[in-house]
């Protein structure tokens, strides 16, 4: 039997989840909108679909969203917002073709997501299975992929990855993983990314083998790695270095400038002290480094600082670039 979207997102969680944790939302989501947005060149499609799909598992385990689930809540076999299959929204301006009080709207759905869950056609919900419920909902996918290519999906996909953004940070602002409205939002609208991800990828696919093309992918666990539990590969540096670390870096470097342009402080810290530190965060090149280089030096001239005689100017600089620093570091660390 195939494995299951759920089973393969499970898989994910063993391999990956660990290290995701410690990642955080805005890493996670860096990576699937690099991928996704690849050149789809006919050889790399699978990679391309693999690797956005895994990132999007990754933001779903963070969040202890079932994506599997997800999908089925808010396409069960029918369109979330006219309730037919096929969609009839383009009649109905994206209401309902029943007629149904708001309370009852939400009804509707759910009935039609339980009878989904227990029909037993659907206990193997493969990436295949998914692509034909979108197609029997929204067949003019597969018109509007024969007359436009597949810019019409990016375009579609792209507006979901935003939606998706949008509530994932509002996740992380407001809401914890009580707060069951921001919750369901996210999940939602991961949903929604889900569908156009694989209404494409069928698409490219006529319709079959990307559950395998998946499972082969991490048959041996971590592709890198091939750890099965736990994966050791280093994090990628370039979005953290680009966001937040490079930004640390540059300014611990012209607090120690500060230091060495002036006489006084320079003299009370010592040269070697200053430029052990230069030398330091020069060559760091994890952002567990540098967060620690800065912890370091903020810490061990912290307290001989606000005993020296400067001057007012001086020491208004030294310590709004302090602050700065003090700052930088504790966003690093919002999410772990
Ligand atoms: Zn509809
Ligand atoms: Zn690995």
């Known amino acids: 039997m195939s494995n299951t979207i759920s089973k393969l997102q499970r898989t994910l969680k063993m391999i990956y989840g660990k290290q995701n944790a410690k990642q955080g939302f805005d890493y996670l989501f860096g990576y699937m909108i690099k ?4 050149p789809r060149k006919s050889d790399q499609v699978d990679h391309i679909f693999i690797k956005s799909i895994s990132y999007l598992f990754a933001i779903a385990n963070l969040y202890d969203i079932d994506l599997e689930d997800a999908f089925l809540r ?5 369109c979330p917002y006219c309730f037919s299959s096929p969609c009839v929204c383009i009649l109905t301006k994206k209401r309902p073709s029943i ?29 295949e299975k998914v692509f034909s419920i979108i197609m029997k909902i929204y067949p003019n996918n597969a018109c509007d992929w ?5 810019a019409f999906h990016m375009i579609k996909t792209g507006e979901e990855l935003a939606e998706l953004h949008e509530a994932c940070c509002r996740r992380e602002k407001y809401g914890s993983t009580k707060d069951t409205a921001t919750m369901l939002c996210v999940s939602d609208e991961m949903a929604d990314v889900f569908a156009w ?9 006529n319709a079959a083998g990307m559950t395998e093309a998946f499972s082969q992918h991490y048959s041996s666990g971590c592709s890198r790695c091939h750890k099965k539990i736990d994966c050791k590969c280093q994090p990628r540096e370039e979005h953290d270095t680009l966001l937040c670390s490079e930004y640390t870096k540059h300014t611990v470097e012209s607090l120690l400038s500060i230091l060495q342009g002036d006489e006084v402080l320079k003299n009370t810290f010592g040269i070697g002290f200053i430029n052990g530190f230069m030398k330091d965060i020069r060559e760091a090149s994890s952002e567990r480094q540098i967060d620690s ?20 100017r001086i020491r208004t600089e030294v310590f709004d670039t302090i602050a700065l620093l003090e700052d930088a570091i504790s966003k690093t660390h919002r999410y772990s």
């Open 35 to 38: 991928n996704y947005y690849r």
């Open 74 to 78: 808010k396409y069960p076999c029918v």
């Open 99 to 127: 007629s149904l009080s708001f309370a009852d709207e939400e009804q509707e759905l759910r009935d039609k997501y339980t009878i989904v869950i227990n029909d037993k056609a659907n206990v193997s919900m493969t990436f």
């Open 146 to 150: 024969k007359h436009h290519g597949v």
């Open 197 to 205: 991800m694989i209404s494409e990828w069928g698409l490219w696919r």
């Open 293 to 312: 280089i800065t912890d370091k030096l903020i810490k061990s001239i912290g307290e001989r600082l606000r005993r020296v005689e400067i001057d007012q």
